[in-house]
């Protein structure tokens, strides 16, 4: 499935920077992208979309003004906070009103990519499923919440985030050897970032790696689980 993206942000230059991030997440296309709050409702009056990267200084209004507005335009729409904004307040206010992810400026593509791809992940567990367990749930609120979750990886670096590192885990554990490229297609993620993720298990000597060599071309790291 294709995630449909739209991007809201006053300045047109960061929009193009993001548009460029989102390039090097697979199975991601802009659906628009907009520089107000009023051009953004009106936007998503014709299109479909599935998130929205959403600044919150808008010449117009605020962007936490408008989320219950997104909302009831697209009732399923996963909403990014992307804002140079750290006011208490309205951080909490954002939080509050459900969005999946605040990133504060200036982004790192590493970030920015990370948060994209968990939602991408997010939206696709939960697009299989005719009912939820405990433990999806658990995953969920905990990663968004920051609460302890003990069927989680604690203290993972930066760039490592721990419901994305448990995926890969649970798939390394089920599979008898796996390539950085299979492993991004299981997981819906870039061939580099399942590879960043099997050699940080690596680090950790959750799993070790070996070269494979095919009939033509180089070899090919495979990773098995400790």
């Given at each position: 499935?294709?995630?449909?993206i739209?991007?809201?942000?006053?300045?047109y230059?960061v929009?193009?920077?993001?548009?460029g991030?989102?390039?090097k997440?697979?199975d991601?296309?802009?659906?628009?992208?907009?520089?107000t709050a009023?051009?953004?409702?009106?936007k998503?009056?014709?299109?479909?979309?599935?998130?929205?990267?959403?600044?919150?200084?808008?010449?117009?209004?605020?962007?936490?003004?408008?989320?219950?507005e997104?909302k009831?335009i697209?009732p399923?729409?996963?909403?990014?906070m992307?804002?140079?904004g750290?006011?208490?307040?309205?951080?909490?206010?954002?939080?509050?009103?459900g969005?999946?992810?605040?990133?504060?400026?200036p982004?790192t593509i590493?970030?920015?990519?990370?948060?994209?791809?968990?939602?991408?992940?997010?939206?696709?567990?939960?697009d299989?499923?005719?009912?939820?367990?405990?433990?999806?749930?658990?995953?969920?609120?905990?990663?968004?919440?920051?609460?302890k979750?003990?069927?989680?990886?604690?203290n993972?670096?930066?760039?490592?985030?721990?419901?994305?590192?448990?995926?890969v885990?649970d798939i390394?554990?089920k599979?008898?050897?796996?390539?950085?490229e299979?492993?991004?297609?299981?997981?819906?993620?870039?061939?580099t970032?399942?590879r960043?993720?099997?050699?940080?298990?690596?680090?950790?000597?959750?799993?070790q790696a070996?070269?494979e060599?095919?009939?033509?071309?180089?070899?090919?790291?495979?990773?098995?689980?400790?």
């Amino acid at each position: 499935m294709t995630l449909k993206i739209a991007i809201t942000e006053d300045d047109y230059r960061v929009a193009s920077i993001h548009e460029g991030f989102l390039e090097k997440v697979p199975d991601c296309e802009v659906a628009f992208k907009a520089l107000t709050a009023e051009d953004t409702l009106m936007k998503l009056n014709h299109h479909d979309v599935d998130l929205i990267l959403l600044d919150i200084y808008m010449p117009d209004r605020l962007g936490t003004e408008i989320i219950a507005e997104i909302k009831t335009i697209h009732p399923h729409i996963g909403i990014i906070m992307i804002s140079a904004g750290t006011d208490r307040d309205i951080v909490e206010q954002a939080l509050q009103n459900g969005v999946f992810d605040y990133i504060i400026k200036p982004v790192t593509i590493e970030r920015f990519v990370e948060a994209v791809e968990s939602f991408k992940q997010f939206r696709a567990t939960l697009d299989e499923r005719e009912e939820v367990d405990q433990r999806f749930l658990d995953d969920y609120f905990g990663r968004q919440k920051g609460g302890k979750n003990e069927s989680l990886p604690e203290n993972t670096p930066k760039g490592i985030d721990p419901l994305t590192l448990k995926k890969v885990q649970d798939i390394l554990q089920k599979e008898v050897g796996i390539t950085a490229e299979e492993m991004g297609e299981q997981m819906g993620a870039s061939r580099t970032t399942a590879r960043r993720y099997l050699e940080y298990l690596i680090s950790e000597n959750e799993c070790q790696a070996e070269l494979e060599y095919g009939i033509v071309g180089r070899p090919e790291r495979r990773y098995y689980k400790s």
